[in-house]
């Protein structure tokens, strides 16, 4: 006669501060049964316990296993992460806690209560078992070549090129493994102190070995597909820019740097690397973070009932106080989409991708980082922007510096294009801008372009003529600078260098205005010096990237300047705000004194603070971002 076994009912935990753990029965053979217990325990007894960390995908439970000698269905990556998990050979039982096991997913009380406990869960756990399902033969090489190489250094003399290209290719499928972009893993990560990385049935790996290893390997690997190949494209932009996955030295950031939230600071870095997570319920992407910033996140309550939009209002009001510089946040938020119905400076970040660092691209992170001089509107501000009390508003102190009067066609993407069409295509819009700006301009258009071009450049420059050149007994910028700069006993005749900008500046001009009136000119835009008479003098090459063309339009504002800026309109106002580093576009609401929040531009002349009023306390005024 044939018995069938019951289905496993959930009963209700006797106390809030109560957690269900796993009692897993070992076994060597795949295909026995899967045996496990579940017990209630309170989270703060002395019970040691392992926690799984693992992507629930969009798996259905369908594959049964026996709990409590009753039948209970689990999802393929849980199956098999228990048959992994279970094999011994000193027929150990495991103790477990695995979320969609140990928590009632049907019970949304005891849900939203488990969830608010997920890191003590996670922070007490004995150890932390991350389980990569998915796995190709190229990634099993380079897991099982990491675990094997105590030294990459010294073993990948060994390797042959055919081997390089197979662990090239399996460290971009680990480091775009779906695992990295589930929200939950950074918790689970970060608040261990004893985490393992299981890859299918090979011996798993310490995590922090593993993301060592996987940083120093991806750099021989670089290293060697360079000797094999002439680098192209596909070396210029890492795995994070191209497809929006982490690379190996993101992971690292993101996973194993716990010191990094040991304090509610957040700075712009962190903030990115928050964004873009996955979850099946978007309100996760936010109430996965508060075991991780507790004195500002955490003060969220978790509640499934609450509307998105109320609770992403109120994740922007909690990060705000914490921010090192208003910038971060506002350079974050004008790259999410929009939250219909809720304040343009509220930061979607359930529905995020890849952030552009505009900062970084339009030059004022080289200028500014490299020297460890801030833009003034960082440096020298106060904290002067507030939120509303009923979190409509967000109030900032700054000035209206320019409006966009002309607006180009938008640039094509270069990494959607081929090379050579994409050069063809920037060459024609420019002819036909240089047309619709006759006129318009204060300065030349050849002259109005390669200014923007050249923006990352010549800050740079500017900079560097500021910092390196100083009186020797001025130890203020000594003081502030990155790099140990010493006082100089003849510096630079300034008027020389002066004359040496110009030159530089008046090449560029002349390749420029060949370029685009001679087809047969094959300059190009992006990793060349588009002059070789200017390559000849050892001018170098310009830090201009393509990506910063790419999606935007150039504009001329209402004083003729050009300027570079992505979703114009006419008549938006250009801004210069405390605490930020770029200038940013504000679109004027009609019939209100107030504005949205628009994307940073690059606007030469402002970048480095050259409009911000010396006199802020007088010249600046309250702005309103709605």
């Known amino acids: ?154 073993s990948f003399d060994k390797v ?182 809720a304040p343009s400076w509220v930061l979607n970040i359930t529905d995020s991708g890849h952030v552009w660092n505009a900062t970084h691209y339009f030059g004022v992170w080289y200028a500014t980082h490299n020297f460890g001089v801030p833009s003034p509107s960082t440096a020298n501000s106060p904290m002067t922007h507030r939120i509303s009390p009923d979190m409509n508003t967000l109030h900032v102190k700054g000035i209206i510096v320019d409006r966009v009067a002309v607006i180009s066609d938008e640039f094509p993407h270069y990494l959607l294009e081929n090379q050579a069409t994409w050069h063809e295509k920037v060459r024609d819009m420019l002819i036909q801008w240089r047309i619709c700006t006759h006129n318009a301009l204060i300065a030349s258009f050849e002259e109005s372009i390669i200014e923007i071009l050249f923006a990352a450049t010549n800050a740079v420059e500017e900079m560097r003529d500021k910092v390196l050149v100083y009186d020797k007994d001025d130890e203020t910028l000594l003081t502030n600078s990155v790099y140990r700069i010493h006082p100089v006993e003849n510096p630079p005749d300034r008027d020389l260098q002066v004359v040496e900008k110009d030159k530089k500046k008046k090449a560029r001009t002349f390749a420029l205005r060949e370029w685009i009136d001679d087809p047969d000119i094959n300059y190009r835009l992006d990793h060349e010096e588009i002059l070789s008479s200017v390559r000849s003098e ?24 050009m300027a570079l800026g992505k979703n114009l309109q006419l008549s938006d106002a250009i801004a210069l705000i405390s605490g930020c580093d770029v200038p940013f576009i504000l679109r004027p609401v009609p019939q209100r004194e107030s504005y949205t929040l628009g994307l940073p531009v690059l606007l030469p002349g402002v970048m480095l603070g050259q409009a911000w009023p010396e006199d802020q306390y007088e010249k600046l005024e309250e702005i309103k971002i709605v």
């Open 538 to 561: 050892c001018y170098g090459p310009p830090t201009i990237h393509s990506p910063a063309l790419g999606g935007r339009s150039l504009f001329v504002t209402s004083q003729g300047k």
């Open 160 to 341: 042959s090129d055919e081997n390089v290209a197979i662990l090239k290719d399996g460290l971009e499928q680990l480091s775009s493994h779906p695992y990295w972009t589930r929200v939950w893993t950074v918790q689970e990560v970060a608040l261990s102190e004893n985490c393992w990385i299981y890859l299918g049935q090979l011996k798993p790996l310490n995590m922090l070995e593993f993301g060592v290893m996987l940083y120093e390997v991806e750099g021989y690997l670089n290293l060697r597909s360079e000797e094999i190949t002439q680098p192209d494209v596909e070396y210029l932009y890492p795995i994070e820019f191209k497809r929006g996955m982490p690379s190996a030295a993101t992971i690292l950031h993101r996973c194993l740097r716990p010191n990094s939230f040991a304090t509610d600071q957040i700075d712009g870095n962190t903030l990115r690397h928050l964004m873009g997570k996955k979850a099946k319920i978007p309100l996760d992407v936010i109430f996965a973070y508060r075991a991780l910033f507790p004195e500002s996140i955490g003060q969220i309550k978790v509640d499934y009932q609450r509307d998105l939009i109320d609770v992403l209002r109120e994740f922007t009001f909690r990060i705000v106080p914490c921010l090192a510089k208003l910038g971060d946040l506002l350079e974050t938020v004008s790259y999410c989409p929009d939250i219909p119905d």
């Open 1 to 154: 006669m044939v018995r069938f076994k019951r289905s496993f009912e959930y009963q209700a935990l006797h106390d809030t501060n109560s957690i269900r753990v796993i009692e897993l029965f070992p076994a060597l053979d795949n295909d026995k049964p899967i045996i496990i217990n579940l017990s209630e325990f309170l989270l703060n007894s002395p019970i040691q316990y392992e926690a799984l960390s693992y992507t629930w995908d969009d798996q259905k439970p369908t594959r049964d296993i026996t709990c409590n000698e009753a039948s209970l269905y689990v999802t393929e990556n849980v199956f098999q992460a228990l048959r992994q998990l279970r094999k011994s050979r000193k027929a150990r039982r495991r103790i477990l806690w695995i979320d969609a096991i140990c928590i009632n997913q049907n019970d949304q009380a005891e849900k939203t209560s488990q969830v608010s406990m997920m890191g003590n869960i996670y922070a007490r756990a004995h150890r932390v078992n991350i389980w990569l399902n998915h796995s190709t033969e190229a990634m099993r090489a380079v897991f099982e070549y990491i675990r094997l190489s105590t030294s990459p250094k010294l």
